[in-house]
Each structure stands twice: as C-alpha cells, then as structure tokens.
C-alpha cells in the first residue's frame, strides 16, 4: 500500500495529472514568508515556482501526504511544522482534488532546508513578492484563495 499513489490520471476537464488518489502541497509560512519550490525540469510543469508536494497515497490523509511530500523535497523537520487548515484547490470531491494544506514553522521564522533532486532551489519568499517569481498555473491560480484562507486561519 505504501507509494500507491504515483501516476498519472485523468483530471479535472480531461487533463493529466499526477497522484493515482489526488495529491497534497504545503504552504508552509514561516511569518510573512511562505516555502517556494523551484521545479526541476524534468518533473511536471517543470522550471516553475510551486508549494512542495505532490501524490498521495491510499493510507494518507491530505495532510500527511502534504507534510511527507514536504519532508522529501525539502529535508524539513516534520517536528518544526504546524498544521492549520486543508483547502481544495483543483478538482471536485469525489474525483481527482489537489489540496493545499496550510501550515506555519513553530518558531515562526524559516526553518532550515535541503532539496533532492526535484528542486532547483527552494526559497522562503515574503507573501507580497510571490507573484514576481513564474509561477505553475495550478499554483498561480490558487494563490488568491490560499492567501485568504491563510490571512483568516493565521493562527499565530
């Protein structure tokens, strides 16, 4: 059952996407800043700026799928993370969703990283400036519902 969740399916309108059982990302905030993840090129929609995530497996809530996703490309320390909201940002119950579970750092400040493979580079980048960076349209087109819910879930 572990690792089920690789794999393309069809999604919403037709279109492939990745994650058997739908998949996760975090928006991890660390004060104003929240975690970039610049895509290598060789994963999906590869060279843009996205939230660590990706396939969820058949045993996984969202949010631990969003935090093993997490911990996988960004060699965070699971411990140092806070959970405090899920939202569905692509697709309908009972199909194919990607949600974005919102989370911020304990300490309030960024905490340390280390990306594999699938990362170019990932960033704390403050709030304000993320739309300056190319971002993947499945991110872009969520980022006004995901600061939202952050600003009204902000529990720190």
């Known amino acids: 059952m572990e690792g089920d969740g690789n794999g393309w399916v069809e999604g919403p309108h037709g279109k492939q ?16 800043t929240v975690l970039l993840q610049h895509r ?4 999906a929609d590869g060279g843009t700026w996205a939230l660590p995530g990706g396939a969820r497996d058949s ?4 949010e631990e799928a969003a935090l093993r996703e997490t911990v996988e490309e960004c060699g965070i320390d699971p411990a140092l993370v806070l959970i405090d909201a ?4 692509a697709g309908t119950p009972p199909g194919w969703t990607y949600t974005t579970v919102l989370a911020r750092t304990t300490t309030g400040e960024p905490i340390p ?3 594999n493979a699938e990362s170019m580079e990932l960033r704390w980048v ?14 872009e087109s969520s980022l006004s519902k995901l600061l939202w819910h952050a600003k009204n879930h902000d529990r720190s």
């Open 59 to 62: 045993h996984e809530t969202v």
């Open 40 to 43: 290598a090129h060789w994963v």
């Open 126 to 139: 403050p709030l304000e400036e993320i739309r300056k960076f190319e971002l993947h349209a499945g991110f």
């Open 113 to 115: 990283l280390e990306p």
């Open 17 to 32: 996407v990745w994650g058997k059982h739908g998949a996760a990302g975090l928006f991890l905030r660390a004060g104003n």
């Open 86 to 89: 899920a939202v569905v940002t």
